[in-house]
């Protein structure tokens, strides 16, 4: 089981941070399974004007390839230095907290529903995917 992005399908929008009005970059794309699709993601990445670099990254699972988004559910966490870790840290958090959510997320999940939820290892799969190989949030991370 192998997860895989197609670069040319990457995109991203640069948008103003809500809390300090610095530029932060919004980036999304699909990530396949063994070829097919497997997932979206949606990744905010924030520097707040050089006071910290992190980013919030929303996954969502379920089936794809037709209208009926009725079995999505969408993973939130946040990435970044926390207290005692210089490097980044992974930490679930609700999912959406930017006010995304739309049709296509399904069910947005609490941080403890995630932590409940029988999907929660594919989704930590998908982040890390995506901290190793989005080209604008890896080196937003890790410099
Ligand atoms: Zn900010």
């Given at each position: 089981m192998s997860l895989s992005t197609n670069a040319d399908e990457h995109q991203v929008r640069e948008f103003t941070c809500g809390c300090c009005a610095a530029p932060a970059q919004r980036t999304w794309n699909f990530v396949l399974r063994d070829g097919s699709p497997h997932a979206v993601y949606f990744a905010n990445s924030y520097n707040h004007g050089g006071q910290g670099h992190e980013t919030?990254?929303?996954v969502i699972l379920g089936s794809w390839g037709g209208e009926n988004h009725s079995d999505h559910v969408t993973f939130?966490?946040?990435v970044g230095a926390v207290e005692d870790s210089p490097a980044?840290?992974?930490t679930a958090v609700q999912a959406c907290l930017d006010g995304s959510a739309g049709p296509l997320h399904g069910r947005t999940l609490s941080r403890e529903e995630a932590l409940a939820h029988?999907?929660?290892t594919d989704f930590w799969a998908v982040v890390d995917h995506v901290l190793e190989h989005d080209p604008v949030v890896h080196p937003?991370?890790?410099g």
């Open positions: 919030w990254i929303d939130g966490c946040r980044p840290a992974a029988p999907w929660i937003h991370l890790y």
